[in-house]
């Protein structure tokens, strides 16, 4: 049999560890995505799709245009989001389940998180994607340096002026938290 894998509330594990069963419908909406990647690379777009699902219905679906559309963070994942929270009118995917051909990458798994998705099941793994140069371990590498030893160097600067918004925002109280 073969072991599938499944990121499921941050942990990667093979399914048959988590004891998680990979369903018909699970299939169903992961090709989903991988014919939405595909169908993608015919139109000039990248080889990502994404599929979000809520209660078995498919709330939104997203591809990469980020050379289409000069937009960096247009990846599959992130546009399904964008479609998904639109739809919803909300910022949370509480209840969601997302499908994407590939393992998302820091920023997509980011988006995901911040988003509250239940669930993620991914087809392609990131090695996958590094073997046809789509390779993000150089921003995993980034994130743990010093910022001084970073590539794009993060420099902290006029902290105390910026604190005022954190400051304003704390003491809000009708803020919607996130």
Not at 60 to 83: F, K, L, Q
Not at 125 to 130: F, G, L, P, R, V
Request: hydrophobic fraction near 40%; aromatic fraction near 8%.
């Amino acid at each position: 049999m073969e072991e599938k894998k499944v990121c499921h509330g941050g942990h990667e594990a093979a399914a048959s560890a988590k004891k998680a069963a990979i369903t018909a419908e699970d299939e169903r909406f992961m090709q989903m995505a991988i014919d939405l990647s595909v169908r993608n690379v015919a139109e000039d777009g990248g080889p990502f799709g994404a599929v979000i699902v809520r209660d078995g219905e498919v709330i939104a679906t997203g591809v990469n245009r980020v050379t289409a559309s000069c937009d960096p963070t247009a990846h599959a994942e992130v546009s399904a989001i964008r479609a998904a929270c639109a739809k919803l009118k909300n910022f949370k995917l509480e209840g969601c389940t997302v499908y994407t051909s590939c393992e998302p990458c820091p920023m997509c798994l980011s988006a995901l998180y911040w988003a509250g998705v239940d669930k993620i099941y991914y087809g392609n793994t990131k090695e996958d994607a590094k073997a046809i140069d789509f390779d993000d371990s150089f921003i995993y590498d980034e994130i743990a340096k010093e910022y001084g030893d970073r590539r794009i160097p993060c420099i902290n600067i006029m902290r105390e002026q910026a604190l005022k918004a954190f400051r304003d925002w704390d003491e809000k109280t009708d803020k919607i938290k996130y």
